[in-house]
Nanobody, 124 residues
Framework: QVQLVESGGGLVQAGGSLRLSCAAS????????MGWFRQAPGKEREFVAA????????YYEDSVKGRFTISRDNAKNTVYLQMNSLKPEDTAVYYC?????????????????WGQGTQVTVSS
């Protein structure tokens, strides 16, 4: 069982930056692919970024490439999402998720555990 708790959301002006954190419980964090997803009002949840269990490989949704960076610290059981050059369309609830099996770049595979989400609002 893995519990995930996101933090770092908030209100920021367009062009600004935020760093989201996701703290995981359990001693097997380093075995999980970690992902970030987001859900805007009235829209379906969408994939944002994923990172392999080792942290050596990452994968991004096209609209965030070059602006967002996913990273992890396995010693701290934490995954991060650095978000730069934020746009109003990035406004959403952001969720982190953990998956035990399957390649990190397989965005179609289901994730096993989810956090409760953190709100990110970007004003224009």
């Amino acid at each position: 069982q893995v519990q995930l708790v996101e933090s770092g959301g908030g209100l920021v002006q367009a062009g600004g930056s935020l760093r989201l954190s996701c703290a995981a419980s359990g001693r097997t964090f380093s075995r999980y692919t970690m992902g970030w997803f987001r859900q805007a009002p009235g829209k379906e949840r969408e994939f944002v970024a994923a990172i392999s269990s080792s942290g050596l490989s990452t994968y991004y949704e096209d609209s965030v490439k070059g602006r967002f960076t996913i990273s992890r610290d396995n010693a701290k059981n934490t995954v991060y999402l650095q978000m730069n050059s934020l746009k109003p369309e990035d406004t959403a609830v952001y969720y982190c998720a953990a998956r035990y099996s399957g390649p990190y770049y397989r965005t179609d595979l289901p994730y096993d555990y989810w956090g409760q989400g953190t709100q990110v609002t970007v004003s224009s």
